[in-house]
């Protein structure tokens, strides 16, 4: 059975740690190219694979990965601008 | 890129395989015709020469041997994934290919009463096809193997 695709954060956290992909895969224990997919949403994690990577990153798993595309971190920082709040 | 190594990868599986395939060729008919003995055994072991020198790009530079030749404790679980299923089909294509030479076999010898002999070549090529297939499989399917990265 093919699963649904899981939708990650995992290239952009990635890269605001300044980390390789050889790196990240030596910390969460699997091959380089294991993350490479990953980070492609070609393979969906196992629990146990996800719940490493949130702990590494200290995120909940749902700031991580989610089962629709996850919005850009910036639209969650700040608020959202309509034209009632603008001056 | 994946791309274009997979379809170096599928050109030399196809090779490999062809040269394996006119290898037992030759040397059954090395078996079954005595007069072209020494011109067929030397395209046999040309077409062996080929094999050998498919093989190692294929299966030792892509990493693709090691991968399906060491235990689960070692590979991750998108690898165990991988490696499991490409060793379930291996195991289906295997089973095909020796039943379908036993049945030849039979019936060489039952209906037409002719001798389809089971040759030393023959059988080396099938405990080298049972070893590479889980990995010819890999090759053929996986956008990256562990010697590539794209």
Redesign the interface.
Known sequence: MKGRRIYNRIPLLRQERGLSRKKLAEII??????V??LEREQ?N??L??ALRICEYFELPVEQVFGIEPLPPLSAMLSPKRTDDNRP | MGHLYRNRRRGLIFLNLLFLLLMNVCFHLVHARFELTRMVDALGLLCLLFVVLTFFPLHMRTGLWKLTHTGSDALDERQIQITHNALRLAYGWFTVIVLLILLVHAVYREVFALSFLITVPMVSSLIYLAHILPGTILAWTELEVPGESS
Request: charge should be negative; glycine fraction near 16%; aromatic fraction near 24%.
């Open positions: 224990g699997v091959n380089f190219q294991t490479g997919y393979y994690p196992s146990d694979l």
